[in-house]
Every structure is written in structure tokens, then in C-alpha cells.
């Protein structure tokens, strides 16, 4: 039994919530406690005890809350006073219950802490002694300053916002004292300012906004370590604003944007580090930080690859979005800027004037064509980011160190060692630095000539033809037929146009990569009539030569397609400069037809813009007008006899007789009347050898045997022709060679001296009909 123990403690005696019980107390004394009240003679009963006195009394429902309210950990855990506590008990279909001390209201203390309590009778709580019983809170705290400020508390830890229209559902039990809770307001006031870049003034503003700044508001935590409070990013403008929490304390501003370092404004003057504490009266605006960050960019105006000077150029530097700008006269074609803003930058030329040394632009003439270029209708305008760029003092510090490792590894102070040392040191430093080039390549033009080994034009005063409309030019060139001739392709941009007293200024160096030259050749094969013998008679190499970048196909086979027009690219000399190309090309037949002239065309596809050139050529030498005949030229020389052996079937032969023929040609007249006339001469020598075959040249002649084989006598002969041996200007010498065999008859009527043969030679000539193409240098055209 628990004896009294139950009586005092409710936990143990565990009496339902709502019963009601009787408690009764009486007086007693062992001995007597008193004379009965109700007999006082002699003699009457004495009472050991007095009457019951009794009382009813119902079990209360009992409980407590011990909270505390105070900023959030990250804000310093301070403690809020008076902050209204409102509480109601519930059902458990959360409605409210009416009774005495079923509801009320508190303040918090200046530590931040409240307690309210249950006891508490009401039919909804009978029997409830392990239920758990919800009850409605409510916290409220109105600030006033500039304007009124209603406080925000997070409940569940912080975990979610307590409604202030619903409330927050907390839950108690019967006898269930002094439960803990931890409310934490999270009323903050804004907390704002612009992020902005240094030295980037103009009017109306501070300076050019940074935008995607990350700011952190930071305070010192219990361990005296900086920790962040609350980040917020910079928008569009720069400006930023944070809700810090009322009561906390902030010790530190920073700011995360590309490593960079930033200062406060000079407008802003409060020492974040002493402490700024958050009230709620408070205004926190221009907390306002500027980026200090300076980079070095390298600035290329250059005329093409050759880097020339072109003049004096003003450059223009500016932060996109942002009305700063700044703009700064350069005089040569490179120039490094130390003090540029670490951000992205706008860069654009935006002038140029012909006097590089000229203090002022109105003594200067402006380059109008240049201007039109980089400030047309499209502004050529370089966007650099330089955010992620070593700053300056970075670049400036590696750079002072490299020297003096430089200057100890030399053992000499002078700095335009380093800068020149042909181990590259000082260009190490240059690579970290970023460059914005802006080139100007000008007109492209292009020239070709032809080797005056192979170019028979002499007129004097020849110049090439540039036409109108300076994309296109042409020359003229005389070469003669079934010839090998080269042609230099010379390619340069003008880039400055001459004057009376200043020569052009040009660049003959070209982005191989950019530009190549499309040749079509119409000076090797041709699809006039007569094509086919002409082309029967050459060489493999030959036929191959004349096809070379021609767009005509070969007349055999049937299926022959052109090779079409090469794509080749330019090359430069051991220097690197000089572009252009040199090529070979083989000519075809003259073209006895107006125009009189073949083509070959040049273009440059590529570059600046595509320019042509068309090279005429005017081809001297034979036109074929068709088949031609043949003659002989006999002599009465006879070079052997001989002899037929007596005897009726003897025969005497002789086998692989060859004998060589020298023919000159000289004085050839070409008349008016087209006649063509030839003195000639002949030198014959005989040889008895093994047979031996002669080649064919060029031009190929065909000679004739002029006598049969008869029966089993007669005269079995080769010819061929050999190459040119020299030539002699009027005086042509070709060799031929005939190999043969002969055999006297061995008809017994006709043996011996009736069968002697006389050997006479006798050359056959074969000609053919043609027009004879030359050009007169004596005459203009």
C-alpha cells in the first residue's frame, strides 16, 4: 500500500483527471481526546477522537511550459523581451476550450523567457491523464522606428514559421511540468548597397555596377570566428539587400567576385570590424564596396600580319551596360594599359589620323577609309573579359621576380638584358598579359608574270591592266607552243594608298590557312576541231602536262572527265614574307581564231575578298590544218652495191644495216602570200649494227620506205625520227636513223651479175598544211 505517499503525490496515486473524491479529517488522542459533546454528566463516555470533517474535491488536469525566445543561433541567440505570449487549450478538434485558466497570455522577460501554466478542470479533460491535450500559442512584438516592424518567430526549432493568424500547436500531458520551449524571432530590417568598380565615375553615379557579386554579411560566433550571417547576390545595378536579423551584430562585410579584392567607398565610412549592432529602428543603406582590381591589356592596331603602323589611333575602352568610358591615343601599332578595370571590357578604335607624333587631333588628317572600317555600319567592337585575369600587382610581383632571378643568374642589372634575353624570359610575363588586336588588311591585290626565259613579249611600256572595279586585273604574255613556262603569282595587301609624296604602304604576308588560289588552265588542251590527231601524237607526260588544272576533258578516252581547277596554297620565302606562288604549266596549240589568245585564271579564294586575275596568252607556233601529203627527195649517190654470188640459187644478204641521215634546214622564208621555202642539205653515214629503234619527239613526222619487198628480194627498212639536236635560230640539224636488210634473189636466170643491187638512198618526206601563229613585237596591238 502507498500509503499517505499516494495522497500527496498524483503521479503515484494516478486519480483520473475529473473524479471526484471525498477527503475527510478528524481529531484524535489515545487517552481522551475530549468529553463527548453530548452527554456532560458524571460519569459519561470521554471521546478519543472528533467527528469526520469532510470536503469533495475533482482532480484538476495539471501541466507547464518553460520557454525562451531568442534570435537564431547564427545571430547570436540574443535574447528578446516582451514579446507577447498568448496561449489557448484545445480539443482535440482543435477547439477551444472554455474554462478557468483554459487560456491567458504573457510577456517574455529581459533573458527572453516565459512560463505559463494548467490546473484546470473542464468535462473535455476527464480522464485525460496520459492523452496528450494540443494548446494554441501565439507570439507577437510590434517595434516601432521609422516604421513599425511586426517581429517573425520561427517555431520547431526553427523549422517553420508560427502563423500568427492560426498559431502554433504545442502539445502537454497531464503533470507534465516546465516542458522546454525554444522560439526564435526572425524579425530582420534590410540591410543594403551597391558593389561598384573603382575609378569608374560618371555622371548621375558612383561607378559602374557589378553585378552577381556575392555578399556576405558576417558576425563574430562564440568562438570569436567570422561567420556568416546572410549572402545575398549584387542584381543588374550592383545593389544588394540583405534581412539581417534585429540584435545581431555584424562585424564584417565581404565580398566573393573573382578573387578580387574590395574596399569600402569613400562615402561609406562605418568600421564594420568595432561592431555594428542591428535595432530595429535602424536604417542600414550604402553599405556600399568598390572592386580595386587592375589588369594590364594589350592593345594590337596593326595594318595585316605584316604589323604595320597606321598612324595614330585612339582607342576606346568601356564596361558594357555602364556610360564610363575612356579613351586614350596610341601611336604604334602595340601598346600595354596597366591601369584597366579588372572587368569585361568593350574595346573599339575609334580614330585614326595620319600624324603618329601630332599632339593634337585637329593638326592631323583623318583616315576616313580606316574609320569606315572599324566605326561603319557594324562598329567592330572586342569584348574581353578580364575578371579571371592575374591582377595587376600579381603580374607586377611575378614580373620583379623573374628579374632578379634573371639579373642573378647574369650577374648584370640592366633590365634591357632580360627584356631581350633570347631565352624568351620577358616573353613569358607578356603571355600572362591578354591582347585585343584590331587589323586592318586593305585591298588585296595580285600580279603574275611570266619568267622572261619564257615570255617572248617585248613591247616596250607593258603594263599590267587593272580594271574598274580593282577585284579583277589582267596581263598579256607570249609563249611558244608545247613549251614548259612558269608564272609567279605575287599576292600583298595594300593597306595605305600611295601619294605624290608618300610610296604605299603594303604587306606581303598572308594567313596560308585563309587564302588559296583557284587556277584554271586553258592553255594546255583544247576542244577546237583537230584535237584528237594533235593529241594522239604526244607522250603520256605530255597529254598529262597540257591537262593540268583544265576544264576541259582529253578527247580519248570517251569517258575522260577534266581534272577542273586547282586549289593551291600560297607559300612565303625562308623569311616568311613574299606570298605568293610559283607554278608550272605547259602550253597547247596556238589559237589561229580571234580572239588569237588561251587564258589562265587566278583566284584568290580567302582573305579580305576573292580577287581574280586573267593572264592572256598568246601562243606562237604551228596550227595544224589537217592531213598533209608526202614527197621524195631522192640523190644519186649510191652508199653500197651489192653484189649477187654466181650460182643458181646462191644469195648474198646483208642484215641490220643501219644507216643515219643528218637533214639541215636553213634560210626559211615566211612569205606574204604564206609560201614557205627551205634550202636543205643531207648527210648520209651507214652502219652495219644490231637493230636499234629511234624515239618520237614533239612534233612527230612520219617517213616512208620507198621501195616494196618483191617476191623473196627486196628492201626491209624502219624510220624514226630523233629529238631536236640544236637549234641554230634559222638553221635547223635533225638526225634520222634507218635500219634495214636486204637479200639478193636466188632466180637461177637471174644470178649473179644481173642481180647486183645498187643501194641509193632516198628521203621521203611527209608535210602537212598549217597555220603558223607568231606574234610581231614591232607592232602594237
Same mark, same amino acid.
Given at each position: 500500500s502507498p500509503g499517505l505517499s499516494s495522497?500527496?503525490?498524483?503521479?503515484?496515486?494516478?486519480?483520473?483527471?475529473?473524479?471526484?473524491?471525498?477527503?475527510?479529517?478528524?481529531?484524535?488522542?489515545?487517552?481522551?481526546?475530549?468529553?463527548?459533546?453530548?452527554?456532560?454528566?458524571?460519569?459519561?463516555?470521554?471521546?478519543?477522537?472528533?467527528d469526520n470533517t469532510c470536503a469533495s474535491h475533482t482532480i484538476h488536469w495539471e501541466s507547464s511550459v518553460s520557454g525562451l525566445i531568442t534570435t537564431e543561433p547564427n545571430?547570436?541567440?540574443?535574447?528578446?523581451?516582451?514579446?507577447?505570449?498568448? #496561449?489557448?487549450?484545445?480539443?482535440?478538434?482543435?477547439?477551444?476550450?472554455?474554462?478557468?485558466?483554459?487560456?491567458?497570455?504573457?510577456?517574455?522577460?529581459?533573458?527572453?523567457?516565459?512560463?505559463?501554466?494548467?490546473?484546470?478542470?473542464?468535462?473535455?479533460?476527464n480522464g485525460m491523464n496520459d492523452a496528450e491535450v494540443p494548446v494554441k500559442l501565439f507570439f507577437t512584438k510590434?517595434?516601432?522606428?521609422?516604421?513599425?516592424?511586426?517581429?517573425?518567430?520561427?517555431?520547431?526549432?526553427?523549422?517553420d514559421i508560427c502563423d500568427p493568424d492560426e498559431g502554433f500547436i504545442f502539445y502537454l500531458k497531464h503533470l507534465h511540468f516546465k516542458m522546454p520551449l525554444h522560439i526564435y524571432d526572425d524579425t530582420s530590417v534590410p540591410f543594403s548597397g551597391r558593389i561598384i568598380v573603382y575609378n569608374t565615375e560618371f555622371e548621375g553615379s558612383t561607378g559602374c555596377p557589378i553585378s552577381k557579386a556575392n555578399v556576405c554579411i558576417q558576425h563574430l560566433n562564440a568562438l570569436k570566428i567570422l561567420e556568416d550571417l546572410i549572402c545575398r547576390e549584387s542584381d543588374a545595378n550592383g545593389y544588394y539587400e540583405a534581412p539581417v536579423i534585429i540584435g545581431s551584430i555584424v562585424h564584417n562585410i565581404v565580398i566573393h567576385s573573382y578573387n578580387h579584392k574590395f574596399e569600402r567607398t569613400f562615402e561609406n565610412k562605418i568600421e564594420y570590424s568595432q561592431g555594428l549592432k542591428i535595432s530595429a529602428g535602424g536604417f542600414y543603406t550604402q553599405n556600399d564596396f568598390m572592386d580595386m582590381d587592375k589588369t594590364k591589356l594589350s592593345v594590337e592596331v596593326a595594318g595585316g600580319l605584316c604589323n604595320k603602323e597606321l598612324g595614330s589611333s585612339w582607342i576606346r575602352f568601356k564596361i558594357p551596360g555602364c556610360d564610363w568610358s575612356e579613351e586614350v591615343q596610341q601611336n604604334v601599332y602595340k601598346k600595354l594599359y596597366q591601369t584597366l578595370p579588372a572587368q569585361v571590357l568593350e574595346v573599339q578604335v575609334v580614330d585614326f589620323r595620319d600624324q603618329p607624333d601630332g599632339p593634337e587631333k585637329e593638326n592631323s588628317n583623318r583616315y576616313t577609309f580606316l574609320v569606315d572600317y572599324f566605326q561603319g555600319v557594324s562598329p567592330k567592337i572586342k569584348t574581353i573579359d578580364m575578371r579571371e585575369t592575374e591582377n595587376e600587382e600579381n603580374l607586377i610581383a611575378k614580373e620583379i621576380e623573374g628579374r632578379k632571378e634573371f639579373e642573378g643568374n647574369t650577374g648584370t642589372g640592366n633590365t634591357e638584358s632580360f627584356d631581350s634575353a633570347a631565352d624568351g624570359s620577358a616573353g613569358d610575363f607578356d603571355e600572362m598579359k591578354e591582347t585585343v588586336r584590331f587589323q586592318y588588311d586593305g585591298v588585296l591585290k595580285m600580279e603574275v608574270t611570266v619568267d622572261s626565259t619564257y615570255n617572248k613579249l617585248s613591247c616596250d611600256g607593258y603594263e599590267e591592266l587593272t580594271l574598274a572595279d580593282r577585284t579583277s586585273s589582267q596581263s598579256f604574255h607570249v609563249v611558244d607552243y608545247m613549251s614548259l613556262f612558269k608564272v609567279r603569282i605575287d599576292l600583298e595587301y595594300e593597306i595605305i594608298p600611295g601619294s605624290e609624296t608618300s610610296l604605299p604602304v603594303v604587306c606581303d604576308i598572308l594567313d596560308q590557312e585563309d587564302h588559296k588560289i583557284e587556277i584554271t588552265n586553258n592553255v594546255g588542251i583544247d576542244d577546237v576541231a583537230g584535237i584528237l590527231p594533235f593529241y594522239k601524237k604526244l607522250t603520256g607526260e605530255e597529254q598529262e602536262a597540257l591537262s593540268i588544272c583544265s576544264t576541259i576533258a582529253p578527247p580519248i578516252p570517251a569517258d575522260a572527265t577534266a581534272s577542273g581547277p586547282c586549289l593551291v596554297s600560297i607559300t612565303h620565302n625562308e623569311e616568311g614574307k613574299d606570298a605568293g606562288l610559283d607554278y608550272w604549266f605547259a602550253t597547247g596549240r596556238p589559237n589561229p581564231f580571234k580572239p588569237f589568245t588561251k587564258n589562265i585564271i587566278f583566284k584568290v579564294i580567302g582573305g579580305a575578298r576573292d580577287v581574280k586575275h586573267v593572264a592572256e596568252f598568246f601562243i606562237e607556233g604551228l596550227y595544224s590544218k589537217g592531213d598533209g601529203n608526202s614527197f621524195a627527195l631522192p640523190t644519186h649517190d649510191p652508199i653500197m652495191i651489192l653484189r649477187d654470188p654466181p650460182g643458181g640459187d646462191?644469195?648474198?644478204?646483208?642484215?641490220?644495216?643501219?644507216?643515219?641521215?643528218?637533214?639541215?634546214? #636553213?634560210?626559211?622564208?615566211?612569205? =606574204?602570200?604564206?609560201s614557205l621555202s627551205l634550202s636543205t642539205g643531207l648527210a648520209i653515214g651507214t652502219d652495219v649494227d644490231t637493230c636499234a629503234g629511234g624515239g618520237l619527239g614533239a612534233i612527230v613526222v612520219v617517213c616512208f620506205p620507198t621501195a616494196d619487198a618483191q617476191a623473196n628480194a627486196g628492201l626491209e627498212m624502219g624510220f624514226?625520227?630523233?629529238?631536236?639536236?640544236?637549234?641554230?635560230?634559222?638553221?635547223? =640539224?635533225?638526225?634520222?636513223?634507218?635500219t634495214w636488210s636486204y637479200t639478193t634473189s636466188d632466180n637461177p636466170a637471174t644470178a649473179g651479175k644481173e642481180s647486183d643491187v645498187f643501194v641509193v638512198p632516198n628521203l621521203s618526206v611527209k608535210y602537212e598544211s598549217v597555220y603558223l601563229v607568231y606574234w610581231d613585237n614591232s607592232d602594237s596591238v
Open positions: 495522497a500527496d503525490d498524483l503521479k503515484i496515486s494516478r486519480l483520473e483527471v475529473g473524479a471526484t473524491f471525498a477527503y475527510c479529517v478528524r481529531a484524535t488522542n489515545t487517552q481522551q481526546y475530549m468529553d463527548s459533546p453530548y452527554d456532560a454528566s458524571e460519569g459519561s463516555i470521554a471521546l478519543k477522537a472528533s545571430a547570436g541567440s540574443l535574447a528578446i523581451e516582451e514579446v507577447k505570449v498568448t #496561449w489557448q487549450l484545445l480539443s482535440d478538434e482543435f477547439e477551444d476550450l472554455v474554462c478557468d485558466g483554459c487560456s491567458g497570455e504573457t510577456e517574455t522577460t529581459a533573458g527572453g523567457s516565459f512560463e505559463f501554466q494548467f490546473n484546470v478542470v473542464h468535462p473535455y479533460l510590434t517595434t516601432n522606428g521609422i516604421q513599425s516592424i511586426e517581429h517573425i518567430f520561427l517555431c520547431n526549432e526553427g523549422q646462191s644469195t648474198a644478204t646483208y642484215e641490220n644495216v643501219k644507216t643515219r641521215m643528218t637533214t639541215y634546214t #636553213w634560210a626559211d622564208t615566211i612569205e =606574204a602570200g604564206g624514226g625520227m630523233g629529238t631536236l639536236i640544236k637549234d641554230m635560230g634559222d638553221t635547223r =640539224a635533225n638526225e634520222f636513223s634507218i
